[in-house]
């Protein structure tokens, strides 16, 4: 079975579009709780209830008000997510270690990840995991550096899905 692990901020919900975020999302409380929404996040429910792919959340924050934060955000726009399927790191973490050292789950050709920024999926990659590049207009894959797989919006994201699963029959 197929495992999806999501980012959050610039992948899911729109960081970069609260003025200031880089000086305000770590002192202030309600800033990840109060983030919008990208379009058609819906998806990410539907993925959720498939039988056929288990869906995570990994999240980097800064401190533990941030966490609470998160929680929000995602009991909003993201109900289908188990609770235990949710987990958070702190900034600059590889997030996967975290998911093997929390969840006790080991990064292969089944695990996917979903996030905008290129550092952790180079990482994910490197421990056999495979990765997508949420692109967007502040992460936009400009240089080059990340070469598998990408989406510029979340309708992309089941076809892209398909593609990984007949590939990795």
């Not at 709780?33 to 996040?41: A, D």
């Not at 996030?115 to 502040?138: A, H, P, V």
């Amino acid at each position: 079975m197929l495992k999806l692990f999501l980012d959050l901020d610039g992948t899911l919900a729109k960081f970069n579009s609260k003025k200031n975020a880089l000086e305000r999302f770590d002192k202030e409380k309600g800033f990840f709780s109060s983030l919008k929404p990208f379009k058609n996040i819906e998806i990410i429910n539907e993925i959720a209830k498939n039988n056929n792919v288990e869906v995570y959340i990994i999240s980097a924050t800064p401190n533990e008000q941030a966490d609470n934060d998160k929680m929000i955000w995602i009991k909003t726009y993201l109900k289908n997510i188990k609770q235990e399927n949710i987990c958070f790191c702190r900034l600059n973490e590889n997030k996967a270690k975290v998911i093997k050292d929390k969840l006790n789950i080991t990064i292969d050709k089944e695990c996917i990840l979903l996030d905008d920024y290129t550092k952790n999926l180079i990482e994910w990659k490197n421990l056999n995991g495979i990765g997508i590049k949420r692109l967007t207009s502040k992460a936009d894959n400009s240089r080059k550096i990340w070469k598998d797989y990408s989406i510029r919006n979340l309708i992309q994201l089941t076809k892209t899905l398909d593609k990984i699963a007949i590939e990795n029959c």
